[in-house]
């Protein structure tokens, strides 16, 4: 009697530009693929593409999702911290070996490997080869000279359709685009861990340069509400001097005539002084298999083979993403004929700096986005002064940096509220699993941390349902649910008291 065939295992693909590129990796994965025989158990597993690059769907309690790339800068590490993610360093063994250093530096979570690299991409300065040489001018080292070429050119050419410097601020990346500007004075947004010390100095400096580069039109206000590819395309389309952006525009680059192709030149994105080396962003899609995946031995199968050497060639000879994370590929010398500038990876990853390494981001990133994202598009808009907008990215990032370290009872009491945060937690529960009395657990918990036990566990869960919620996945009845809560309007009303809004209302 034949065997019966599960459902389908869902493999998540990477995102394509081309219409033309995913026809051509569906086909090629597929035939890459025939060989392979997957199961659950004992039985066949059909599989099938999946293209929405969701990574709220890893929050779901059983998926059919096999394995998923995420490009989210951090949500992966924010992902393995929640239990989300299934530990992959049985399926790669020689990680650090396979892999460049800060791919799978990215996919670290404690002691285990969460995510591999299909390629990691750095923020670089890309710029007009041509309208530079026309004036004798060098690409910039510093951010005053970028601002001072790109005034003197403006001015030179007079040309009403040309602007200085293209960038990506549109609201859910600004904060990201911004930590580049810190992250160029060789230091960081924090430090001091635990006590978590603002840099006060470096932030007014990042704030001044980049409100400068608006009020002398190098920037123009309207990039403040474009769409991800609308700077890439300003730039492209001949239409400004700089663009600030990922290293992926440089396929972008060679994929033009050769004639159009010699326009353009990239370089590190400037520093803030010379002699002092700055660091820039480091992402790119990274893939991940969930942990309550139906098919964690298939998902694992089909993962590994993705990695195979002569796919991940094959990958990078068709699409050609700087930089591919499989060390193997740079041995390829055909591959490194056709694609040049594939051998520029070490000249620029090592500027390169992981928001995974930032502890004080170690909560959901997301929040420091749109926090970010806020502040600084009041600033950047005129609404509020250069005071005010460090006043408050400080008390409301304050909030939310990582508690500092604690010991003893409190230590073990917040591990288990962590672990468990998606149950019905009592106070009675914590305190049994740290061996004391729920009396000496309160006593002790609120001496430590200011806060009473539960005070603290429905703040965490309103925290979890926040992010569960802007996913935009679960109901509000399914998120109460799945967190514990037995009353929606318990849930709804504990959620207004520390969000002051409803979750519906959040949820829009």
């Known amino acids: 009697m034949p065997k019966k065939t599960s459902s389908s295992m869902l493999l998540g693909f990477p995102f394509f530009i081309h219409k033309q590129d995913e026809a051509r990796f569906t086909r090629t994965l597929h035939q890459h693929y025939r060989g392979e025989k997957f199961f659950k158990g004992s039985r066949p597993v059909r599989w099938k593409p999946f293209l929405a690059q969701n990574p709220g769907l890893l929050h779901a309690d059983k998926t059919d999702l096999g394995y998923l790339p995420i490009s989210n800068l951090g949500v992966g ?16 063994p020689q990680y650090n070996h396979r892999f460049l250093e800060l791919g799978w530096r990215k996919g670290m979570v404690g002691d285990h490997l ?42 030179d050419e007079r040309d009403p359709n040309l602007t200085g410097l ?33 840099n006060r100095r470096q932030l007014e400096k990042a704030l001044r340069c980049l409100k400068g580069l608006f009020d002398e039109k190098v920037i123009l206000p309207q990039v403040l509400n474009w769409n991800y590819d609308d700077a890439m395309r300003e730039f492209l389309e001949g239409r400004s001097l700089f663009l600030h952006h990922w290293s992926d525009v440089i396929r972008l680059i060679h994929e033009l005539p050769e004639n159009e192709r010699s326009r353009f030149g990239w370089c590190r994105l400037p520093s803030y002084d010379l002699g002092v080396e700055g660091l820039s962003v480091v992402g790119g899609p990274s893939f991940v298999i969930p942990r309550q995946t139906h098919f964690p031995e298939a998902a694992g199968k089909a993962l590994k083979s993705l990695f195979d050497d002569e796919f991940q060639v094959w990958y990078a000879r068709q699409m050609g993403w700087p930089y591919p994370g499989l060390k193997t590929v740079y041995a390829d010398g055909d591959l490194i004929q056709s694609r040049p500038y594939l051998l520029e990876v070490e000249r620029f990853l090592r500027y390169g700096k992981l928001l995974e390494d930032c502890t ?19 600033f950047l808009h005129g609404q ?17 940096l990582p508690h500092p370290a604690y010991k003893g009872f409190t230590a073990k009491a917040l591990e288990h509220i962590e672990l468990n945060l998606e149950k019905s937690l009592k106070v009675e529960a914590v305190a049994k699993a740290v061996k004391i009395t729920p009396e000496h657990l309160i006593r002790v918990f609120k001496n430590e941390t200011g806060k009473t036990p539960l005070r603290y566990i429905n703040e965490m869960k309103i925290e979890r349902a926040k992010a569960l919620l802007k996913e935009g996945n679960l109901t509000v009845g399914q998120v109460a649910y799945r967190l514990g809560y037995k009353s929606l309007p318990h849930f709804s009303r504990l959620f207004r008291e520390f969000v002051q809004r409803t979750p519906n209302e959040y949820k829009k």
Not at 167 to 177: D, E, G, Q
């Open 77 to 92: 590490a924010w992902l393995a911290r929640q239990g989300r993610l299934m530990p992959l360093e049985h399926l790669f």
């Open 114 to 155: 969460y995510s591999v690299p299909l390629h990691v991409s750095i923020r670089i300065l890309f710029y007009r080869r041509d309208l530079l040489d026309k004036h004798h001018l060098d690409p910039p080292r510093t951010w005053d000279e970028l601002k001072a070429q790109a005034v003197k050119v403006l001015r």
């Open 166 to 198: 293209s960038s990506n601020l549109c609201a859910p990346v600004r904060f990201s685009v911004f930590l580049d500007h810190l992250w160029a004075q060789a230091k960081d947004l924090y430090e001091g861990k635990p006590d978590w010390i603002l």
């Open 360 to 378: 004080y981001l170690h909560g959901n990133y997301t929040d420091w986005l749109d926090i970010g994202g806020q502040e600084l598009g009041a």
């Open 384 to 400: 509020q002064d250069l005071s005010a907008t460090m006043d408050r990215m400080e008390k409301r990032f304050s909030e939310l």
